[in-house]
């Protein structure tokens, strides 16, 4: 599962692909990595989790 989203370490549009994704209550958590520098991003719904992010 591929999706198009920024990444800030290439600082532009790149494909993530997912590594996994668990449901919280919230919605949806999903983590993905940039197939071009390996950035890792957390995702919940399709907003950035940015606290998981700078963990
Ligand atoms: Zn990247």
Redesign the pocket.
Known sequence: MDKEHY?P??DED?TFSLMASEQVHLGKKTKWW?E??G?EMVLIGESVDMAAAEA
Do not use: L, Q, V
Request: charged content about 25%; overall charge neutral; glycine content about 0%.
């Open positions: 990444c370490s290439c790149r940039c071009e520098c950035y």
